[in-house]
């Protein structure tokens, strides 16, 4: 089992920047490829980034290129989202996800947190 836990999230202006943290604890942290997804009323768990296991490698689906980064920390065993210029779209619940590949598809992760609100206002 892996448990994830996410802090970070809150209230910012469009324009403004967050970080998400993404801690983890059980299994090795390192062995597992990391994801973040959002989810905002009424709507499908998006893909947002993921992460290789060393972190050399990151995905973006075209939504938040540019202005999303991923980073991981594997002797923290947390995973990073940093997110600039935010939009009134961006708002969701964002959540981390373990996996054993950088999948795009939810449903391809292991193991998920609880999420944590973003909220960008106009």
């Known amino acids: 089992q892996v448990q994830l836990v996410e802090s970070g999230g809150g209230l910012v202006q469009a324009g403004g920047s967050l970080r998400l943290s993404c801690a983890a604890s059980?299994?090795?942290?390192?062995?597992?490829?990391m994801g973040w997804f959002r989810q905002a009323p009424g709507k499908e768990r998006e893909f947002v980034a993921t992460?290789?296991?060393?972190?050399?490698?990151?995905d973006y689906p075209d939504s938040v290129e540019g202005r999303f980064t991923i980073s991981r920390d594997n002797a923290k065993n947390t995973v990073y989202l940093q997110m600039k210029s935010l939009k009134p779209e961006d708002t969701a619940v964002y959540y981390c996800?373990?996996?054993?590949?950088?999948?795009?598809?939810?449903?391809?992760?292991?193991?998920w947190g609880q999420g944590t609100q973003v909220t960008v206002s106009s």
């Open positions: 992460i290789s296991k060393s972190g050399y490698r990151a």
């Open positions: 059980g299994r090795t942290f390192s062995n597992y490829n």
């Open positions: 996800a373990a996996g054993q590949s950088m999948w795009r598809e939810a449903g391809m992760y292991d193991y």
